[in-house]
């Protein structure tokens, strides 16, 4: 019995390895940092395992082997011998049963191995990472310092190996936005968050990979105010203006001056008195139409109004960037100032979808991949980009899988696209 209790504890023991191996390895060093700041017991030991997982790997490995051998000659000489002596005394043959009584032990040994020694107690570790990792690491430490010859061996020549290979062991990657992606999805599968909060993360990670020129209102859909007319026209202009705040120019919307708050002209407008325009503008910032969406926001939280001039490299004005605007890229239009939805799904599984529909929303819609670097922004500039003109009414071409025929132009600005699968094929070269 004795030595049927020590393969017992061998085996609970290669369990503690390995559930000290999968936990660090899984753990997430954000979420560590997070506990060892909150000063959980453990934390900053798992934290310090999981920055050198060579050392801690060959600590686990050394364990996991030493524990393989005592297994093996525990379960071999001993057990194996008992059984064999038990099966002899039952009738069977000296030779039959040493072979037998070898070979049921050796079963027994690996089965509880498996299921005791590595599954179980990966399968527990998988369930809460961070929380085992701190349970474990001080006594994987002490293990480590005890061993330390002979894992400084293994970590030195597992290093010597990948260098000879030419590889770092460690990783090269961090998380990537993909792989956010896939965590988001999956918590929205699994009801950890709605499908609103799902689609408005995404848009944050969209964000992130926008031009203002991706997010800013074009420069053909701004309503802005020229001081060149007269005061009468400009007040009229300005009772009827549904926005708050309107863009001024002096003659030509390339040489725009600032921006007029509509609320600081309730009272001359109201009381029908005369007044300058020029002294209510208000100076806002300048972008290029390169600058990042990230980059735009910040601009516009510094401004002394919450609005920005949008300017090409030649000096032309381009459009103008509103937090609206970057709230429309985040969670959508509202249908009050776009009554019209950028993309509907047909009966027949086709799209119409609007030209000025963001291009990454529709790639997200319609699940194609954009190339990474790219000169245009919208669904209509997927398009002119293929035909490389603008194109005709009733025109199409055909892109990773979808055929977009052009349905409708306003002028010579593509509004409406019709766009069609035609293979499963669903990725931009």
């Avoid at 005394?89 to 009584?101: C, F, I, S």
């Avoid at 007269?230 to 001056?257: F, K, N």
């Avoid at 401004?303 to 509103?322: R, S, W």
Wanted: one cysteine or more; hydrophobic letters at 50%; aromatic letters at 4%.
């Amino acid at each position: 019995m004795f030595e049927l209790a020590i393969a017992v504890v061998l085996i609970a023991l290669n369990g503690v390895f390995a559930l000290s191996e999968l936990a660090v390895v899984s753990s997430r060093k954000s979420r560590l940092r997070s506990l060892a700041e909150g000063r959980r017991p453990g934390a900053a030991a798992a934290l310090a395992l999981a920055e050198e997982p060579g050392r801690f790997l060959s600590t686990v490995q050394i364990g996991i082997t030493l524990i393989g051998i005592l297994s093996g000659v525990v379960s071999g000489a001993a057990l194996g011998d008992r059984l064999a002596l038990i099966l002899i005394d039952a009738g069977m043959a000296k030779g039959w049963a040493e072979t037998l009584g070898y070979g049921i032990v050796i079963a027994i040994i690996t089965y509880l191995s498996v299921i005791i020694g590595e599954l179980v107690p990966k399968h527990l570790a998988l369930r809460d990472p961070e929380g085992i990792a701190c349970l474990v690491a001080p006594g994987m430490r002490l293990v480590s310092r005890a061993a330390m010859p002979a894992v400084w061996l293994l970590d030195a020549s597992t290093r010597a190996v990948f260098r000879l290979i030419g590889q770092e062991t460690e990783s090269a990657s961090a998380v990537t936005e993909e792989e956010i992606r896939s965590l988001v999805a999956e918590a929205e599968t699994a009801g950890v968050i709605e499908t609103d909060e799902r689609k408005m993360i995404a848009g944050v990670l969209r964000l992130g990979d926008r031009a203002v020129r991706g997010v800013m209102t074009p420069r053909t859909e701004v309503r802005w105010i020229d001081l060149g007319r007269s005061e009468a026209e400009i007040r009229a202009q300005l009772l009827a203006s549904p926005h708050s705040r309107m863009p001024v120019a002096d003659g030509s919307p390339d040489d725009m001056i600032g921006v007029v708050q509509l609320r600081e002209l309730v009272g001359p407008l109201s009381q029908g008195e005369p007044f300058d325009l020029r002294r209510y503008v208000r100076k806002a910032p300048v972008l290029p139409d390169t600058l990042d969406a990230l980059d735009a926001l910040s601009a516009l939280q510094k401004a002394q109004v919450p609005m920005a001039l949008v300017h090409d490299e030649y000096g032309h004005f381009d459009g103008l960037v509103t937090p609206a605007d970057i709230l429309d890229a985040i969670a959508g239009a509202f249908h009050s100032e776009d009554p019209e939805p950028e993309a509907v799904r047909r009966a027949d599984g086709s799209w119409l979808i609007a030209g000025s529909m963001p291009a990454d929303e529709m790639a997200d819609q319609l699940g194609l991949r954009l190339e990474q670097s790219r000169d245009y922004e919208t669904a209509a500039g997927l398009v002119i980009a293929a035909m490389q003109r603008l194109p005709e009414t009733g025109e199409t071409c055909d892109i990773a899988g979808w055929r977009f025929e052009v349905v409708d132009l306003d002028g010579r600005r593509v509004d409406k696209l019709l766009v069609t699968r035609i293979d499963v094929d669903a990725t931009v070269a």
